[in-house]
C-alpha cells in the first residue's frame, strides 16, 4: 500500500460521523453529544458543551454560515420572484413587501443553522484545533 492510500486509510477511520455531526449542527446542539446546546444567544457559540464538556472554542466559522445564508436563500427565492412577477404580475408594492419579508424571515432561520453546520463540519473532520 502507498503512502498516500495509508494516510487516506488512517483519515478516513480518525473522522468523525459527518452526517451525523450535520444534522447535529441543523439543530444547533453538540456535534459530539446531540443534546447539550451549541449556541448561547442567537448566533454566540458556547465555549464548551454543557452536558459532555466537548471544548467548541476552537470553531472559525467566521462569514461562512452568512455566505451560505445568502446563497440559498437567493437561490430559493429569485426563481420565485421571477414566477410571481411572470404569471400574476403584482404591483411593484405588493411584491416588494412580500419577498423583502420572505428574504429577511428565511434568512433569520437559516443563519444559526447554517452556523451549527459549519461548526460541526469543523468538528467533524478535525479542523482548528478540534482534537
Known sequence: MSETNMSDAVMAEDDRPMKQALYRGWRRKCPNCGTGPMLKGYLKVRDH????????????????????????????????????FVHWRPDPLILFTVFSVGCVGLSLYLLPRLKGCVVAFQWARRMHGFK
Open 49 to 84: 458543551c454543557p452536558v459532555c464538556k466537548e471544548d467548541l472554542s476552537h470553531h472559525r466559522a467566521d462569514d461562512g454560515p452568512a455566505y451560505l445564508t445568502i446563497l440559498v436563500v437567493g437561490h430559493l427565492l429569485a426563481p420565485l420572484l421571477h414566477v410571481a
